[in-house]
């Protein structure tokens, strides 16, 4: 199984960015899917996920500015980012769960400063 991230980068206070992850290899179903995110010397924290059904789940900071969503026909998570505030400042990584297993992708840099 193998995740390939794409959609990092830098922006200014205020902007936007959309991140995607897609998921290849061989499996049947893919359970919850979502984003990570982690600064250097700290640990990685949830920012958003999403069920095979739907259901999401975000972090209290990032509430009512991301949103994260799925395609299960292309195997593949998004996280809509607006509002971005220099805190948001991370790498991100995305994830999904399958069978049980928990598998990454590489990381994208998000990068927050006027």
């Known amino acids: 199984v193998q995740l390939v991230e794409s959609g990092g980068g830098s922006v200014q206070p205020g902007g936007s960015l959309r991140l995607s992850c897609a998921v290849s290899?061989?499996?049947?179903?893919?359970?919850?899917m979502g984003w990570y995110r982690q600064v250097a010397g700290k640990e990685r924290e949830l920012v958003a996920a999403?069920?095979?059904?739907?259901?999401?789940n975000y972090t209290d900071s990032v509430k009512g500015r991301f949103t994260v969503s799925r395609d299960n026909a292309k195997n593949t998570v998004y996280l809509q980012m607006n509002s971005l505030k220099p805190e948001d400042t991370r790498v991100y990584y995305c994830?999904?769960?399958?069978?049980?297993?928990?598998?990454w992708g590489q990381g994208t840099q998000v990068t927050v400063s006027s």
């Open positions: 994830y999904a769960k399958i069978t049980g297993w928990d598998y």
């Open positions: 290899g061989h499996f049947f179903v893919i359970n919850a």
């Open positions: 999403i069920t095979g059904d739907g259901n999401t």
